[in-house]
Each structure stands twice: as C-alpha cells, then as structure tokens.
C-alpha cells in the first residue's frame, strides 16, 4: 500500500520555483508549499514533513540564521528533518548544515539522486515519528490503570516513594489520601460487574476533577484510589478529602445514572512522629481509613485523628 506524498516545504527566494526543482519533486511522491521568509517558514514547519532549504541569493549569514531556527541542538520528532542545497564554495553553510543535522545536497544536483534522498530522509524521519508515538503509548499504558485510566498501584508507589524523599529533603509535606467506594460488592452482585466497572471509572473522573494537575490519582486496588498531594499539609489534605468524598456521593453513576455510591476515606501527613517511611505514611492513611469504615461510612478519618477541621464534624473522625 503506498502512502500519501510528503509536504515539503521548500524556502526559496526567488519568484518561482526552477523548473528542474519542481520536475524532480512529483506530486506522486511530494506535495509542495512555498516560503520565501524566515516568519513565513517558521509558522509553517508543524504542518509539513520535512524542509528543503534553497538560499538562492539569501544573504549567507541570514541563511544561517534560519538553519539554526529550524533544527534545535537536540533533534525531536516536533521538528520536520531539514535538506539544504548549497553550492561547493558556501563552506560556511556546509558546516553549518553538517552541524545541525541537517542533510546537505551539493549543486549540481542529480534529479533522481535529489528525489531519492529526500524520499528516505522524510521516510526515516516519519518512521522514527510513529516508532516515538509507539514508545510514548507503551509508557503511557505501563503506569496507567486499563479500566479507570488514572495510573496504576505500581506507579503510585514509585511516586510515593519519590515523592517521600523529596519531602524529607526539602522540609516539605505531603499528604495521602486512600479512598475506598462502600458496598461496592452490593453493586457488581446486583447489577453486574460491567455496571461495576462503570462506576469505577466515574468515580475515577471524579477523582481527577477534585485535585490538581500537580497531585497524582491511582488505583490502588479493587475499588480503592490512592491520592497524593505534594506539598500539602493536613487541613489542606483535609479540604480535599472532603471535595472528593462529596464529589462521589454527588455522582449518579451506573448505566442511566441510576446508582448512587458513597465512600470512605482515610487522610495522613508528613511530618509527624510516627511517620517515617513512605511506608508508615500508607500504613496510617490505611488505618484512618479502616476507622472511617468502622465508624459508618461514608466519612473522613485523619491520622492523627482530629476532630476540629472545616469539614462537618459529622464526617471527620
């Protein structure tokens, strides 16, 4: 199956295009746009799959400029590949295309021998794009849970773990949140698990609409979320706990909106005493939040508890 022709981008100065130039790129294989400034040029390489830099009689040094503009000292698959043709005796501009990475064709150029290294520049190149988008996705769903979409418990520990040290070498806090949806048994038991799943991912996109781009949301297992907040202190935590656990009693969930879901949550803070490792602050969260269970649901519970914050007393043990 043949792919769709290449955009090329061709900067040129001059008021049309040479013939030669246009007969070699074919529209079966290219599709060509024009740019005649360095403005121009820079707008337009997110639309096309590669630039071919023609100086013609730009000034040297205003040619170099842009070569410099279009490829950044650390190639990345944002940037199209760049080919420069350029005449034998512009040694400054040779040197400066062999510099930045850019392909560099000699004149007199041979049409098939210009078409061909063209043709595999942008093939390489929208290989490598697709390889790239490939790699990102794989490490995208290696942290990220298949049925909520928030990340999954292996990446909550490694960020737990990061993030504790962190907080102990800057003096900082940090603050965990365990959430766990009550009955949710009665749920898959009585409507099916794919009800069940439904509610999971809900409560998930709750979960994400009441904390910030800077706090991490996970599942830690079954019907528990994890959440962790840098650089929050307990009545901070506390707030949060109280938008979340209003958020999933606020839900209608389930196919037609038909269920409503409650849930228990347990908060902890470093620093404190008894909190050492990342470890004892999830051993802590965990302990608040098997007292909210114990207490009637559909609660906060902190370590240590405290009952005087700015969430109903009624639901903060």
């Not at 064709?105 to 043709?119: F, K």
């Not at 470093?270 to 999830?282: C, D, K, V, Y």
């Amino acid at each position: 199956m043949k792919t769709k022709p290449f955009t090329l981008l061709v900067v040129d100065d001059s008021q049309a295009l040479p013939p030669q130039l246009v007969r070699t790129l074919g529209p079966e294989d290219f599709t060509l746009r024009v740019a005649r400034s360095g403005p121009e040029v820079l707008g337009l390489t997110q639309e096309v799959d590669g630039v071919l830099l023609c100086p013609g009689e730009t000034n040297p040094k205003e040619a170099q400029a842009l070569l410099e503009a279009l490829t950044p000292p650390v190639p990345t698959t944002s940037r199209p590949p760049v080919l420069v043709i350029s005449p034998p005796e512009d040694k400054a501009l040779r040197l400066a295309a062999l510099r930045r990475g850019a392909e560099l064709i000699l004149t007199p150029w041979d049409e098939e021998e210009l078409r061909i290294r063209l043709y595999r520049s942008l093939e390489t190149h929208r290989k490598w794009t697709e390889l790239h988008s490939q790699v990102e996705e794989l490490r995208r769903l290696a942290v990220t849970d298949g049925l909520t979409q928030v990340h999954n418990h292996r990446y909550f520990q490694e960020r737990l773990r990061e993030e504790f040290r962190r907080a102990q070498r800057y003096d900082e806090s940090l603050s965990l949140i365990l959430v766990d949806l009550d009955h949710f048994k009665n749920i898959n038991d009585a409507h099916g698990h794919g009800a069940g799943d439904r509610v999971l991912r809900e409560v998930a996109a709750s979960l994400q609409h009441s904390v910030r781009e800077t706090d991490l949301v996970a599942r830690y297992g079954g019907e528990e979320f994890a959440i962790l907040l840098p650089c929050t202190h307990l009545p901070g935590a506390l707030t949060v706990a109280e938008r979340v656990r209003r958020g999933v009693s606020d839900l209608h969930a389930g196919p037609e909106g038909a269920l409503r879901v409650t849930a228990s949550l347990g908060v902890s803070s470093f620093p404190h005493r008894s909190i050492l490792t990342p470890e004892q602050l999830l051993l802590t969260a965990d302990e608040a939040l098997y007292r909210a269970k114990r207490e009637g649901r559909d609660r906060i519970c902190l370590h240590p508890p405290a009952p005087l914050f700015s969430a109903p007393p009624s639901r903060v043990g």
